[in-house]
Structures are given as C-alpha cells and as structure tokens.
C-alpha cells in the first residue's frame, strides 16, 4: 500500500497497541479495548489540534459494536453519514470492516451495506501490523 507523507505522518502519532486479544479473550480484550481507546483519544485529540475533526464513535456496553457519525465540509457545507462496524471474532488478526450504510451503492469503492472497500491494498498492511494497529488506525487509513 503506497501511502501519502500526510497519511504516514498521521499514523506514526497514533499510538501503537500490544495486546493481541479479541472479543473472546475476557479481561485480555478488557486491557486491548483501553489500548484502542487511548489511541482513539489521541487520535481525535491530533485531529482537533490540526483542525480536522470529523468523526465521533462510541462502543456498545462489550466493545463489539461500535456506531458514530462522520463528517466532510466541502463549499461550507457539512456532509454527514452514519460510521459502525462490528469487532470481528478473531480482531485484531482480522481487521475491522467500515461502514457507511448511507454510501451503499453510491461509490464502486463501496461494498453491499456501505463497508468501504479496503482489501486489496488496506489487509496486507494490516496483517503486517498485527497487534499494533487498531480502529484508530483503521479509521486513519480507511476514511480519511
């Protein structure tokens, strides 16, 4: 994945996370999911600083689905879309699937139901990263 000066700089300032336990590791996935969400702190905390806040999520009570809004101004008007997506079962060696169900059918970027399109270029990054990248970094490289 060739990616742009912008992009790497943004991604060497999120946090990098260690543990490697999912959705069914118990209080393993319970210290993973206070490592995702410092770096989603961070991540946003980078955003606002450089002005380029545009999106807000939060988890469900067991950090397996999470739901949020994102944004775009374009010619003082702001686009905004509904942001989710599920922790697959073997996360963080299978990364996050985005989705904007709003976008469905509108890109050819996009998937059935609105997941962004981010196998072919996103997944061997990913793989090469595990455990270290996150949903920050997902949201870095996917959406922005």
């Known amino acids: 994945m060739s990616l742009d000066e912008k992009t790497k700089s943004t991604l060497q300032k999120i946090p990098l996370l260690s543990s490697k336990a999912g959705p069914k590791d118990g ?3 319970v210290k993973r999911l206070k490592e995702e969400l410092t770096a989603l702190i961070e991540y946003v905390k980078m955003n606002k600083e450089n002005d380029n806040d545009w999106f807000k999520i939060e988890p469900n009570k067991n950090g397996t689905r999470w739901t949020g809004k ?3 101004i374009y ?3 702001k686009y905004e879309f509904d942001l989710q ?4 079962v ?4 299978t990364p996050i ?8 059918g509108k890109t050819s970027k996009m998937y059935r139901g609105g997941k962004i399109c981010l196998t072919v270029h996103f997944k061997p990054l990913w793989a090469k990263n595990v455990p270290h990248f996150g949903i920050a970094h ?3 490289l996917g959406v922005t």
């Open 138 to 140: 997902a949201l870095a």
């Open 70 to 72: 994102c944004w775009y």
């Open 75 to 77: 010619n003082l008007h």
């Open 27 to 29: 209080e393993e996935w």
């Open 85 to 88: 997506f599920d922790i697959p």
């Open 97 to 104: 699937e985005l989705e904007l169900p709003e976008l469905d």
């Open 90 to 93: 073997t996360y963080p060696t």
